[in-house]
C-alpha cells in the first residue's frame, strides 16, 4: 500500500533560557540565579514526526 502525502511545516525555533531563583526579587533589587536550564526546539521539525508516526 502506497501513501503520498506533501506536508510543509512553517513556524519558528526557539531557543530558551529558564533561570531559577531563590525567591522572587523585590523591588529595585536583584536576584542572582540559582541554576540555568537550555531549552531549545524547533516547532517546524514535530508535525512531520507525528505525520511519520501515522502512516
Not at 20 to 31: I, Y
Not at 33 to 53: H, K
Amino acid at each position: 500500500m502506497t501513501v503520498d502525502v506533501d506536508v510543509l511545516c512553517v513556524g519558528h525555533a526557539s531557543y530558551d533560557l529558564i533561570f531559577s531563583v531563590s525567591r522572587h526579587p523585590g523591588a529595585d533589587e536583584k536576584s542572582p540565579p540559582t541554576a540555568c536550564l537550555v531549552a531549545a526546539e524547533d516547532l517546524p521539525r514535530m508535525p512531520p514526526f507525528a505525520l511519520a508516526s501515522w502512516v
